[in-house]
């Protein structure tokens, strides 16, 4: 089923861009980020995870963007289903209210989050996260066990408006919490979040909720619409068309 009168992808992501820059030009208070993500354009192919890994330099055992999979059916009518989870950026995150250092909060655009200085690695949010969007740094690259770790894995992560090196093992955010941010980074200048771009089933939507004229508040009027775990109370900021 349709879900509303769609131009072809190339002129979706100008649609997209075309919010984002509209949005930009708001206070930040007077835009939400959201992230709508269609279920059946989904094609399981995680060039989302892996877009998201290498934007953000994430090292083994943090992944913001993971693609869960579930096989239904028996043999031989077998299918598979496919559920990308980023963080839901909740507009009443669990994850906040357990944090003894205050290290969490919400900003006014929508977006969760962490400040790596005052994280303490308790990691009560990871525990309390009903979508398990969170996790732990240990610090870990993906050469250990090799000679020599190479310079690209020490390469720093940008998040939250700030430079984040990773040249030893006991400088944050190793020994912190991570979530995906929807990129934050990139949007503030103006640019989609790299599991948009990337996305070959051209199913992952993003834009502000505030804007009527953006793409995703038409999407979000959609029948199909649905939130994961609504019964928590979280409100999630990600949406799913299924």
């Given at each position: 089923?349709a879900?509303?009168?769609?131009?072809?992808?190339?002129?979706?992501?100008?649609?997209?861009?075309?919010d984002?820059?509209r949005?930009?030009?708001?206070?930040m208070?007077?835009?939400?980020?959201?992230?709508?993500?269609?279920l059946?354009?989904c094609?399981?192919?995680?060039?989302?995870?892996t877009a998201?890994?290498?934007?953000?330099?994430?090292p083994?055992?943090i992944?913001y963007?993971?693609?869960?999979?579930k096989?239904?059916?028996?043999?031989?009518?077998?299918?598979?289903?496919?559920l990308?989870?980023?963080?839901?950026?909740c507009?009443?995150?669990?994850?906040i209210?357990?944090?003894?250092?205050s290290?969490?909060?919400?900003?006014?655009?929508?977006?969760?989050e962490?400040?790596?200085?005052k994280?303490?690695?308790?990691?009560?949010?990871i525990?309390?996260?009903?979508?398990?969007?969170?996790?732990?740094?240990?610090?870990?690259?993906?050469?250990?066990?090799?000679?020599?770790?190479?310079?690209?894995?020490?390469l720093?992560?940008?998040?939250?408006g700030?430079?984040?090196?990773?040249?030893?093992?006991?400088?944050?955010?190793?020994g912190?919490?991570?979530?995906?941010?929807f990129?934050?980074?990139?949007?503030?200048?103006?640019?989609l979040?790299a599991?948009?771009?990337?996305?070959?089933?051209?199913?992952?939507?993003?834009?502000?909720?505030?804007?009527?004229d953006?793409?995703?508040?038409a999407?979000?009027?959609?029948?199909?619409?649905?939130?994961?775990?609504?019964e928590f109370?979280?409100?999630?900021?990600t949406?799913?068309?299924?």
């Amino acid at each position: 089923m349709a879900i509303i009168d769609i131009e072809p992808q190339e002129e979706i992501r100008q649609r997209m861009m075309n919010d984002l820059k509209r949005a930009l030009k708001k206070p930040m208070n007077k835009r939400h980020w959201v992230m709508v993500i269609d279920l059946g354009k989904c094609v399981g192919c995680h060039a989302c995870t892996t877009a998201c890994v290498a934007e953000n330099h994430l090292p083994p055992g943090i992944v913001y963007r993971p693609v869960m999979e579930k096989e239904i059916g028996r043999y031989p009518n077998v299918r598979k289903t496919f559920l990308p989870r980023p963080c839901m950026q909740c507009d009443n995150p669990p994850c906040i209210k357990v944090c003894p250092a205050s290290a969490t909060w919400k900003r006014p655009d929508g977006i969760v989050e962490i400040d790596y200085d005052k994280c303490i690695g308790c990691r009560y949010c990871i525990n309390a996260c009903p979508y398990s969007a969170r996790t732990f740094d240990k610090g870990f690259y993906y050469c250990d066990d090799t000679p020599f770790v190479p310079d690209y894995e020490k390469l720093p992560s940008f998040e939250y408006g700030k430079e984040w090196p990773r040249k030893n093992r006991d400088d944050s955010p190793v020994g912190n919490a991570r979530k995906c941010t929807f990129c934050l980074h990139r949007v503030e200048k103006g640019i989609l979040p790299a599991c948009v771009t990337t996305c070959l089933g051209d199913a992952t939507y993003f834009g502000d909720s505030n804007d009527p004229d953006s793409l995703v508040s038409a999407l979000l009027g959609s029948p199909r619409l649905m939130r994961l775990k609504e019964e928590f109370g979280t409100h999630p900021s990600t949406f799913y068309l299924v």
